[in-house]
């Protein structure tokens, strides 16, 4: 008769005998055996024993668990992964297109890369890794409905490497060498994003997209080699980026037309074109009073300005000037004040709060007005004329009784400007938040997207909410005042003296303990959202509009909302939050993370902040919840064996080293659980003591899990089968097994 642990033995070695076994289709292997071109000599066979982690291991089980939270985004990505499934160049040629780039770099990239093409079939074909759904039905604790992928025509291969992270990679290497200094890190991204869409996919595992861009730099680096093409680094003409600023800079010629400067202009716009050809900064300047100043430290440039420009100029030490940067609520009056300028009229006059802002800040400057002006014809555009400003200076109303009640006390209206009867939220592309709410803030959200859904409200909520009620949310028990940063930098500093460590201690533990509910909090509210995608909806809903907050006829209750672009003067999307049935708020709800972190305000004391920021590229969506969800994820008491042996090595110091050994990826929790107990008598003393401290946190784990399980009565049984994920129709236990923990 089998035992538990024979039983769990055979099951792993079942998985891991796991491959792909799906036959290639005839374009397949023409590809296979076509010319590798440059890559014809490339030494395959040092790429040959790069083991992706076994089937059974800890880390693919991760792997598909963090593959399965991907799918709450697809929505969002949906366009993206079409573009690219048989189309890699698709989104690189639309960016050269858009930034009029020479597109025959983008036909040399494609031609190189279909060259390697071949090398990553023979390795997809070596090591014969299968794709993650299929691995995902033959575990026992998945079920084939739980595990679902988009559906692509290019995932018919192997699993590892992707050979879209490798030429996603590859291509963004090639381009980013020949675009101008501005459009590198754009073109980068392009390129993780290519490989990340299949993760986002549910195609390929995080180890399929690393193998793939090693092997990608390795292709770049050979390809390099065989053209005869040697590193450079970009000439500055001796411009350090990290020194004081000149006012405003000047990088176009319009900035010459429009500074005031009795130079002869002329002039200056020949320097500028000189100056652009040498260097891919523009080092010229605006000085405080008025005049020129240039950055040159090079003899050779300082000859030519001699020689070919009349002009008596300031040499600067400085980096390139920057303009102002503007807050959001700078934006709001900017774009308001624009609305009136580029029709000719008196905004001093027709809008004189905005006005005011505008020039008190020194805002209305160089390109700051081209951007603003032309942000505004962008909302004629979308019927929103004749902007006011509301924000938290105006139009702030009462909350409503409810909110009140709640504990929710901030009336900051979510309606930014207006346009007639329409109150607009403003979002500034890329890095806007839908909300930064205190815990009584937050706690309020929760409360009117539970009361919106009534009886269909996920029970998990009143859990969030009772622990924000309940927990340490910030530093005020402590009385300390200041920035977190400030106190840890105090507490490094004191290190050595036992006194001032001794003053400090009352702040330290409440810092701990917040920090601590940072994590346990953010955990919470992503599992019930992705867990809960309707709630989500709804919680997003309210958080951008105020409509239990502050009621549906209020004024600050916004019924869109505008996100724009400032660099490229573009309204980037108008959504339409009139109900939270319109389309617009489904799209918002995959666009939007959230997540709890430390805010601090002036002097008063550090608090939990809940943040709901934009998401919008697979890679960001990628680097949160494979964060949250793994690393950091708090399971409840009733955890599997699996969970509690991989958070107990992710925790402890010693334990992410060995994870970072290439062995242990290919043991199972018992052979990993063996290894932390051998750790224990065959290492010295300093480090015993770190693997005692997971040997008993997972011995406290393991029985507050049992304890758990032992009070579920006629569920016992299948809950003990789901601790060791498990799941069998017919099982004969005799004896009492291997013993866990032995004194």
Known sequence: ????????????????????????????????????????????????????????????????????????????????????????????????????????????????????????????????????????????????????????????????????????????????????????????????????????????????????????????????????IKEHKIHFHGISLEEEAFTIPINEPKHIDSFPTDLDKGELKKLLKYLKTQTEVVPIAGGNEGGIKVRISDTETKEWVKQNINLKLKYGKGSLGKEPSPSGEDWEAMITVGQRTRKGKDPSKETPDEWDRVSRKELWTGTLITQSETLAKEFDKIGLPNLTQTGSGKGGGKVSKEWSKWGGKNATPKTDIMSGKKRISLKKAGGSQ??????????????????????????????????????????????????????????????GNPQKMKNLKPFKDELDATRKNIGTLTTKIVKVFNDNPTFKKHFVFEAATGQVKFGDTSPSRADVMVEFDDAKGKITHNYSLKSVDEADVQTLTNLYKFYAAFKSAGKSSPYISIRGAVTKTPQQVMNFTKRILSDEYEKDTHMTFSAIINDALTMNEYGRKMLHENSIEQLDEFALFDKIKKGLSNINKKVRDKFTQMFNWIKEKVNNAFNWIKKQGEKMLSLVLKFFNIQVTTVKLTGKGPELFTE
């Open 1 to 228: 008769m089998q035992t538990f642990y024979e039983h769990l033995k055979e099951n792993t070695s079942t998985l891991d005998s796991l491959g792909h076994d799906m036959p290639m289709s005839s374009k397949r292997k023409k590809q296979l055996e076509s010319d590798k071109g440059i890559f014809k000599d490339f030494n395959i066979e040092q790429w040959l024993d790069y083991e992706y982690p076994k089937n059974s291991s800890v880390i693919t089980k991760q792997e598909l668990k963090i593959l399965q939270s991907y799918e709450l985004y697809r929505d969002n990505a949906k366009e993206f992964m079409k573009m690219v499934d048989e189309k890699i160049m698709k989104p690189f040629k639309q960016y050269y297109k858009e930034h009029d780039l020479p597109l025959k770099d983008i036909e040399e990239a494609e031609r190189i890369k279909n060259q390697f093409r071949p090398i990553v079939l023979q390795l997809k074909v070596h090591y014969n890794r299968p794709r993650p759904q299929k691995l995902a039905k033959a575990m026992i604790f998945y079920r084939q409905s739980q595990f679902n992928v988009f559906p692509l025509k290019t995932a018919e291969t192997p699993s590892y490497p992707s050979g879209h992270a490798t030429e996603g990679r590859f291509v963004s290497l090639f381009l980013a060498d020949k675009v101008p200094f501005e459009h590198k890190g754009n073109i980068k991204k392009l390129g993780d994003d290519v490989g990340n869409s299949r993760q986002i996919a549910g195609v390929h595992y995080p180890t399929d997209t690393e193998f793939g861009h090693q092997l990608a730099g390795a292709f770049y680096t050979h390809y390099k080699e065989k053209s005869g």
């Open 434 to 495: 839908v909300m930064s709410a205190k815990a009584p803030e937050g706690i309020a959200t929760f409360n009117a997207a539970s009361k919106m859904m009534g009886k269909n409200a996920p029970k998990e909520t009143a859990k969030i909410i009772d622990f924000m009620q309940n927990e340490t949310m910030d530093l005020t028990g402590s009385g300390y005042k200041g920035s977190v940063t400030d106190l840890e930098t105090e507490l490094e500093t004191s290190k």
